[in-house]
């Protein structure tokens, strides 16, 4: 709990009530969130309010809006921005042949098969799942993925 | 000599006569017997009568001639079954009648009547076509004999007529049958291709022809069907049927190509149950195909909208149930957030309702409209949303407004999505105006509103089912993106059509533009001056 204090978490999402229940959740543990509702204001705020992680819903209105702000983050000119840790909000790892992380079991995966973020969590997201993947995410025990 | 004649044979009656009893008595072993229509020609008066006494009582019809000039005038080919003729006659003689008879109807059966029963005469008659002879005197019993075998001659040979004209006429029937599958076959939507137990072609339509785009080089009769002409799978499965014996129909979907096909294979097997061949039906199913795939899409669509905001409910329940939230203006606030994304999901599948409903919909009350009261109610209806955004509204439509053919109902809901969107998308204080204006051959309706503006981007795709115009602004706008959706479903059952024009940060304007009454064929040119 103590570490929580002072970090900034920004949420992606476009639907505002979404966010704003997250939100209540990730300022009730003691962090600092910051909500936006597009993935251009996403990367505005990243470069703007430079948040220690990244809430980010996939299933953004443009359909892939989310990925275009994955991409894009790992590609900023800023080391700092780039390696920002990203978790997705989505329950599209169920429905789509795109594997956003790769198997823990297995450790051969090419690097643009997978969406390189820190984790995933299911919508409707289950509070504590979120503040573990969140607690992870900022540092506790790296999660694999290819950051190259 | 007439006369001396006339009297032997009055004599040989008389004998007649007395033996009449006797033949009718056995007549009854008979009597079940075809009677028959006879022609009697003898120059003898008696002659001619006796015949008629001891034949008519029989059933037979007789008709009488007293002479060969006169048989040839009342006979008619296929009057009479039985001629019979006397050999000897003042005139045309029997013989010569006779033949004329036999040239008119081939089909007539002659017995000739002669006094002098000679081996010679006989050999005549009957060379003549004669088929019997009768000597006189003779007695009834002789006559009913000889009349008896010669109409069993006559009905063999009318029996072997009619046989031979069925069988002329079934074969008549079976060229007509052949042509008859040829011509349908021909003009088949479907497309078929039958190939023979060696797997040869045998038979194809121009469907088939056009539905596997076959152009250059028709495919040729009694060969294998050629690779280059025929997709590999389609002749796979045909052989397949053929060597597996598979008799049941078997579907397939042909891959590939714009259009996609779909093929029946069925197995042909004669009555001994031997396979003769294989019958290959192919169909166009790619307007069945693109209906599913847009049928999955929608379904897909609604579930992603029941997702989004049942997830939101879901999660602001759980902040409540975790106690996260203490202050109690902050837990009604998320009370009433959820609340109205109930709202938003019921209006959904209201939405979800009318929009099933307009896809069925082939009859609509159509009748002439005034405009005006439909948009004037629409505006009382919508006042209290207006009220509680502030926003005014006013129709300010022309007092000449013509009517429309439309169907009320329709056009309410049409109107009422209009203005709900106009005041959902202004912002407090705003104004949204109706107004209405004529063009050629239409009558244009406009909601303008001095409201949030939509991208240029995001104008084309405005009516496209589920689509919403999202931005930080509009992020608390709850709607189905149906409602547009089904304002064009509704414009275009009208044969009218909806333009959007719009400036970010101004408002927008929607046009629907519907035909005037008799105009209803006409469309705009592209150029048309709506401006």
Aim: hydrophobic residues 40%; charged residues 25%; aromatic residues 4%.
């Amino acid at each position: 709990m103590g570490d929580a204090a002072g970090r900034l978490i920004l949420i992606v999402e476009d639907d505002a009530d979404t966010a704003d229940s997250v939100q209540l959740v990730l300022e009730k543990e003691g962090y600092r969130a910051i909500t936006a509702p597009t993935a251009q204001e996403g990367l505005e705020k990243v470069r703007g309010s430079r948040p220690d992680l990244v809430l980010l819903d996939v299933m953004m209105p443009a359909g892939t809006e989310g990925f275009q702000f994955v991409w894009s983050l790992r590609q900023d000119e800023d080391p700092a921005l780039r390696d920002t840790p990203i978790i997705v909000l989505t329950a599209i790892h169920q429905t789509t042949p795109l594997r956003l992380y790769p198997d823990q079991s297995d450790g051969t995966y090419s690097p643009n098969e997978f969406l390189p973020v820190q984790g995933f969590l299911d919508k409707p997201v289950a509070f504590d799942k979120l503040l573990s993947q969140v607690r992870q995410g900022l540092g506790g025990e790296a999660a694999p993925s290819d950051r190259g | 000599m007439a006369k001396s004649a006339d009297q032997s044979a009055a004599a040989g009656c008389v004998r007649a006569d007395q033996e009449l009893c006797a033949a009718r008595s056995r007549g009854s072993e008979t009597a079940s017997r075809k009677p028959g229509r006879i022609l009697v020609v003898d120059d003898e008066r008696g002659m001619r009568e006796g015949c008629r006494r001891i034949l008519a009582p029989e059933g037979h019809q007789v008709t009488l001639a007293e002479s060969a000039e006169e048989a040839l005038r009342v006979f008619a080919p296929g009057t009479q079954d039985l001629a019979l003729i006397d050999l000897k006659m003042p005139g045309m003689s029997g013989l010569d009648l006779l033949a004329r008879l036999r040239e008119l109807d081939p089909e007539l059966v002659c017995v000739m009547i002669t006094a002098y029963a000679t081996i010679d005469t006989a050999v005549q008659a009957t060379k003549s076509g004669g088929y019997d002879y009768l000597a006189k005197p003779f007695t009834p019993d002789e006559l009913l004999l000889v009349v008896e075998k010669a109409l069993e001659r006559r009905w063999l040979i009318l029996e072997a007529a009619e046989l031979r004209e069925q069988a002329e006429r079934s074969l008549l029937l079976v060229s007509t049958e052949q042509s008859r599958t040829r011509t349908i076959i021909q003009s088949m939507a479907d497309g078929v291709l039958v190939t023979n137990r060696e797997g040869y072609v045998v038979l194809y339509n121009p469907a088939l022809l056009r539905l596997l785009a076959i152009k250059n080089r028709l495919p040729s009769l009694g060969q294998p069907p050629s690779p280059d002409l025929f997709p590999t799978e389609l002749v796979g499965w045909m052989e397949q049927a053929l060597a597996g014996g598979e008799t049941t129909m078997a579907a397939h979907e042909l891959a590939g190509g714009p259009t996609s096909l779909a093929a029946n294979i069925a197995l042909v097997r004669d009555e001994a149950g031997e396979p003769l061949g294989v019958v290959a039906v192919l169909q166009d199913i790619t307007a069945l195909k693109s209906l599913q795939q847009a049928m999955g899409d929608f379904v897909s669509m609604v579930a992603h909208e029941l997702r989004s905001p049942l997830g939101a409910i879901a999660q602001y329940l759980d902040v409540l149930r975790a106690g996260i939230v203490s202050d109690p203006e902050r837990m009604n606030q998320i009370l009433s957030r959820c609340r109205e994304r109930i709202g938003a999901l019921s209006q959904l599948v209201r939405d979800l309702l009318d929009f099933s409903v307009l896809h069925r919909t082939t009859e609509r009350s159509v009748a002439p409209l005034d405009l005006a009261e439909v948009v004037s109610e629409t505006v009382e209806l919508m006042a209290p949303q207006a009220a509680e955004r502030q926003v005014t509204v006013t129709a300010d439509l022309r007092e000449d407004l013509p009517r429309v053919e439309a169907d009320r109902a329709e056009m309410g809901r049409l109107f009422t999505n209009l203005i709900a969107n106009a005041i959902k998308y202004s912002r407090e204080g705003g104004a949204v105006r109706i107004t209405s204006r004529l063009t050629d051959g239409y009558l244009a309706l406009e909601v303008s509103d001095t409201g949030l503006g939509i991208a240029p981007a995001a104008i084309s795709r405005l009516g496209e089912a589920f689509f919403r115009v999202k931005t930080t602004e509009t992020s608390q706008i709850t709607g189905t993106g149906l409602g547009l959706s089904i304002c064009k479903q509704i414009i275009a059952a009208h044969d009218g059509h909806l333009e959007i024009e719009s400036e970010e940060g101004k408002g927008s304007t929607f046009r629907v533009l519907l035909p005037r009454k008799g105009t209803v064929s006409h469309l705009p040119s592209k150029e048309h001056d709506h401006g």
